[in-house]
């Protein structure tokens, strides 16, 4: 008999080794199969703040589009729905920005999963906080980092080996509430097999944590739940000096352990 995929998600965040409080916010929604890490900045100015902001108007834009759906056939589609979301949060931070004096300039990074079905995922993001997918061993990012040095390795200024040593990678080109203008964001559809793990992240974990070392992790053994904590751990094992913040979501089947069992391709 075959078994139907199921998609499970968790996730943790860790304040870190140096900053005084996490401004990193964490969504896991099994419900609405919504997942998100939002990371904020400012400082002072309450990047905290912006975070948690960002986060509650992501959710509240998917809760109301699924009541929206059970009365009317007439809706956004996901990719859609995630690029409004992160619009109005962007908005919304700048508001609070301006009204608030112990807000002011405040922002986040955010990168979003909504999981449409055991089938696919749309991945949505605006800074440098990233989404990786594991397949066949295999760990690929889903995301591109909106940040000054990844458009230098673009325009072929920088390498892509030189990225981690360069001060301009924690510059961002793109982050809720940064600016009036419109917001761009990155929309992408993944399609989803059985075996497939997703790891949503900060970059504090990415940013002082060998992608070797995360797909080896993403690639053991252990709950969604364990798998976050352990991904987390590392970062801090390696001194990382930013909050640090993981969602993982597995797709399981029947073929999920013969799949995360293939060596990494080379």
Do not use: W
Not at 84 to 104: F, M, P
Not at 155 to 179: D, E, F, I, Y
Not at 222 to 238: K, N, R, S, W, Y
């Amino acid at each position: 008999m075959l078994r139907v995929a199921r998609v499970r998600g968790a996730g943790t965040t860790n304040i870190g080794h140096v900053r005084d409080r996490n401004e990193d916010v964490i969504l896991v929604d099994p419900e609405l199969g919504l997942y998100a890490v939002f990371d904020g900045l400012g400082g002072r100015s309450a990047g905290d703040v912006a975070a948690k902001l960002a986060s509650e108007v992501v959710a509240g834009h998917v809760r109301d589009q699924a009541r929206i759906r059970r009365r009317s056939p007439r809706r956004r589609s996901p990719g859609q729905l995630l690029e409004y979301a992160l619009h109005d949060a962007s908005t919304d931070v700048i508001i609070a920005g301006e009204t608030k004096e112990q807000c002011r300039g405040m922002r986040t990074t955010a990168v979003a999963c909504l999981v449409v079905d055991s089938t696919r995922v749309v991945v949505a993001h605006a800074g440098d906080s990233r989404a990786y997918l594991l397949r066949d061993g295999e760990l690929t990012a889903l995301t591109r980092d909106h940040t000054v040095a990844q458009e230098l390795v673009d325009a072929g200024q920088l390498s892509p080996r030189s990225v981690r040593r360069s001060p301009k990678r924690h510059r961002l080109t793109r982050a809720l509430g940064r600016t009036r203008v419109a917001l761009r964001v990155d929309v992408r559809e993944q399609p989803l097999r059985p075996g497939d793990r997703l790891l949503l992240c900060s970059d504090g974990l990415h940013g002082y944590t060998p992608a070797r070392s995360i797909r080896r992790v993403l690639a053991g053994d252990g709950t969604p739940e364990q798998i976050a904590h352990e991904l987390v751990a590392l970062a801090l094992a390696g001194k990382a000096p930013d909050n640090v913040s993981a969602v993982v979501i597995c797709v399981s089947g029947d073929e999920a352990r013969a799949l995360r069992g293939r060596p990494a391709r080379r």
